[in-house]
């Protein structure tokens, strides 16, 4: 990560130095500011804008492909283990062996030793990213880590729509926004878990729109979908709420006002501040993280079995889901989907997070300074 942000912040320094190197910078501050930078300002409006759709669809790409595809697989590969049979030595005949009795020999001769297994467990696929990247180009071609893009763009456009539509039914105010929110990732939970299966799924001819899962499996993620909706509400509250619990609003609203205060308050203050963002982020840790990993593995339980996974994947998990022909529910509870995902799994999946926000940070370093050399 740290090459890729070298990499990327030289690039950007490299576009700044040249235009140092032309001059006009310099020949602009001459001529007190009338020097337009190529030339025209529209060239310049044009140049950021390219730019900002540039960065927009690079970060959506790196969102998607490694925080929704990559991170969807983490959260439901199995690791398999290979067995190995070892035969055991041949014990060489004993000098004395002549000295024993027709049955000792006998007994000696008919006692064998089993064979002992050795199982040798193999590295997760999703343990790297460019190991995931290569294996689903190996097995669904190079388009797929696209995997499932036309079913999230359907439905971030119906949620978004249907959201408008509650939010001005029930007013704008933040708690009818939230339960619009809430409200429309529950009804869309079908469209969800169907994009969930298509990523985790190897491919297939069917078109997206005729692998709906049925209603009966729709009213089985109800409650995880609900759940996993109200955490990311979460994010929003927790925050929200520390900040008018320890009334920073008059500092953020009139910030001349905290060069009024002593240097302690000024450090509470501050303090507070970054209690406040810490408190999203530890929630999206602590709340966020285990809704989302269970939401997804509950509707992982439910693809059906006509369907291959692309990666290892464990229907049973660990034997606590029976299929409903054998009179099981056919679904995993959220309390074992959970905890059937295990803390080597876990961390795999932090750590996940941790590239993608490495990368994240490099790109937009990256565009910030080529919008400033522009």
Same mark, same amino acid.
């Given at each position: 990560?740290?090459?890729?942000? $070298?990499?990327?912040?030289?690039?950007?320094?490299?576009? !700044?130095?040249?235009?140092?190197?032309?001059?006009?910078?310099?020949?602009?501050?001459?001529?007190?500011?009338?020097?337009?930078?190529?030339? $025209?300002?529209?060239?310049?409006? %044009?140049?950021?804008?390219?730019?900002?759709?540039?960065?927009?669809?690079?970060?959506?790409?790196?969102?998607?492909?490694?925080?929704?595809?990559?991170?969807?697989?983490?959260?439901?590969?199995?690791?398999?283990?290979?067995?190995?049979?070892?035969?055991?030595?041949?014990?060489?005949?004993?000098?004395?062996?002549?000295?024993?009795?027709?049955?000792?020999?006998?007994?000696?001769?008919?006692?064998?030793?089993?064979?002992?297994?050795?199982?040798?467990?193999?590295?997760?696929?999703?343990?790297?990213?460019?190991?995931?990247?290569?294996?689903?180009?190996?097995?669904?071609?190079?388009?797929?880590?696209?995997?499932?893009?036309?079913?999230?763009?359907?439905?971030?456009?119906?949620?978004?729509?249907?959201?408008?539509?509650?939010?001005?039914?029930?007013?704008?105010?933040?708690?009818?926004?939230?339960?619009?929110?809430? #409200?429309?990732?529950?009804?869309?939970?079908?469209?969800?878990?169907?994009?969930? $299966?298509?990523?985790?799924?190897?491919?297939?001819?069917?078109?997206?729109?005729?692998? /709906?899962?049925?209603?009966?499996?729709?009213?089985?993620?109800?409650?995880?979908?609900?759940?996993?909706?109200?955490?990311?509400? %979460?994010?929003?509250?927790?925050?929200?709420?520390?900040?008018?619990?320890?009334?920073?609003?008059?500092?953020?609203?009139?910030?001349?006002? /905290?060069?009024?205060?002593?240097?302690?308050?000024?450090?509470?203050?501050?303090?507070?501040?970054?209690?406040?963002?810490?408190?999203?982020?530890?929630?999206?840790?602590?709340?966020?993280?285990?809704?989302?990993? !269970?939401?997804?593995?509950?509707?992982?339980?439910? @693809?059906?079995?006509?369907?291959?996974?692309?990666?290892?994947?464990?229907?049973?998990?660990?034997?606590?889901?029976?299929?409903?022909?054998?009179?099981?529910?056919?679904?995993?509870?959220?309390?074992?989907?959970?905890?059937?995902?295990?803390?080597?799994?876990?961390?795999? @999946?932090?750590?996940?997070?941790?590239?993608?926000?490495?990368?994240? #940070?490099?790109?937009?370093? #990256?565009?910030?300074?080529?919008?400033?050399?522009?």
């Amino acid at each position: 990560m740290s090459g890729i942000a $070298h990499h990327l912040v030289k690039r950007g320094l490299d576009a !700044t130095q040249e235009r140092y190197r032309s001059g006009s910078f310099a020949q602009d501050a001459q001529d007190g500011g009338d020097n337009k930078p190529f030339g $025209h300002p529209h060239a310049v409006a %044009a140049a950021l804008v390219i730019t900002g759709l540039a960065w927009f669809f690079a970060a959506s790409a790196i969102s998607y492909i490694y925080g929704g595809v990559v991170a969807t697989l983490t959260m439901i590969e199995t690791p398999t283990a290979t067995a190995f049979k070892v035969d055991p030595a041949t014990e060489p005949e004993e000098a004395d062996a002549p000295l024993l009795s027709a049955d000792e020999k006998k007994s000696s001769t008919t006692t064998t030793t089993e064979p002992e297994l050795f199982y040798v467990k193999t590295k997760p696929i999703t343990s790297k990213i460019r190991t995931t990247i290569k294996h689903l180009k190996a097995e669904a071609g190079p388009w797929s880590r696209f995997r499932g893009l036309q079913v999230a763009l359907v439905y971030h456009f119906v949620h978004h729509m249907l959201f408008q539509f509650l939010t001005a039914l029930f007013g704008g105010a933040m708690i009818s926004q939230s339960f619009a929110a809430v #409200f429309s990732a529950v009804i869309l939970c079908r469209l969800q878990m169907l994009w969930t $299966h298509i990523v985790i799924s190897a491919p297939s001819e069917k078109k997206w729109y005729r692998r /709906f899962p049925s209603i009966e499996q729709g009213k089985k993620i109800l409650v995880p979908t609900a759940l996993w909706a109200l955490a990311e509400q %979460a994010t929003i509250y927790v925050p929200v709420t520390l900040f008018f619990l320890f009334n920073l609003e008059g500092y953020y609203s009139d910030p001349a006002s /905290f060069k009024d205060l002593s240097e302690m308050q000024q450090k509470s203050i501050a303090l507070a501040s970054f209690a406040v963002l810490m408190s999203g982020l530890l929630t999206a840790v602590l709340v966020v993280f285990p809704a989302n990993v !269970t939401l997804k593995r509950v509707q992982a339980s439910l @693809l059906s079995e006509e369907n291959d996974t692309i990666v290892p994947f464990d229907r049973t998990f660990g034997g606590k889901v029976q299929p409903e022909i054998v009179g099981g529910k056919g679904v995993v509870s959220m309390l074992d989907a959970w905890k059937t995902f295990n803390w080597v799994a876990r961390f795999r @999946l932090v750590k996940l997070y941790a590239k993608i926000a490495a990368i994240q #940070f490099s790109t937009s370093i #990256f565009f910030v300074m080529l919008a400033v050399a522009e």
